[in-house]
């Protein structure tokens, strides 16, 4: 039993660090993400919204943050109007199995958007093909973009599909994902 303690704190130790070392290499961020927050404000108080898209835990990321949105983030407010793509499975299965899995995010923001509102996509690699396809259909329909990403920011940042950026500079998915959901939660 003690052996097991120990490896389990001796693991906590370790992943504690390596969080710590992510917050610091984040802070840096600091300026481009109170950008970012004044253009959601912008794009809410003009009446747009904010359509939200990830893959597997950054799907999950997406839903927790649109739900911060419309529900309610640390005080009582009236609700911000926030959609996470993520979450209607119908549409999902059918873009996916009559458009091809990279397309499933673009069709909604095909349907969904408006100029006037805002896509931010989620991918920790910047390499996501359902999530660049779906910046560039926010694009070419008059939506702002913006990414939370990681490592060197991928095919997002080299090719600039966002209007903002904020690259969490780690190498671990795990760690690029808590700090996502820490920006997300900046945000609101």
Aim: glycine share 10%; aromatic share 4%; net charge negative.
């Amino acid at each position: 039993m003690k052996n097991d303690r120990t490896a389990v704190e001796s693991l906590f130790d370790r992943l504690y660090g390596d969080h710590r070392a992510a917050f610091e290499a984040t802070r840096p961020l600091l300026a481009q993400a109170a950008t970012l927050a004044e253009a959601v404000i912008s794009v809410l108080a003009a009446g747009g919204k904010i359509l939200i898209c990830g893959n597997g835990g950054s799907a999950a990321d997406a839903q927790h943050i649109a739900t911060e949105f419309t529900v309610r983030f640390e005080t009582t407010r009236r609700g911000l109007p926030a959609i996470a793509l993520t979450t209607d499975s119908s549409a999902l299965t059918a873009a996916s199995n009559d458009l091809g899995y990279e397309q499933v995010f673009a069709r909604q923001v095909e349907a969904l958007g408006r100029p006037g509102d805002m896509l931010i996509g989620i991918t920790p690699s910047g390499h996501s093909p359902n999530i660049t396809a779906a910046l560039s259909a926010a694009r070419a329909e008059g939506l702002a973009t913006a990414c939370l990403t990681g490592r060197d920011g991928g095919e997002i940042v080299a090719k600039a599909l966002a209007d903002h950026c904020l690259v969490v500079p780690h190498g671990s998915t795990a760690r690029i994902q808590e700090m996502h959901i820490f920006l997300g939660h900046l945000l609101c």
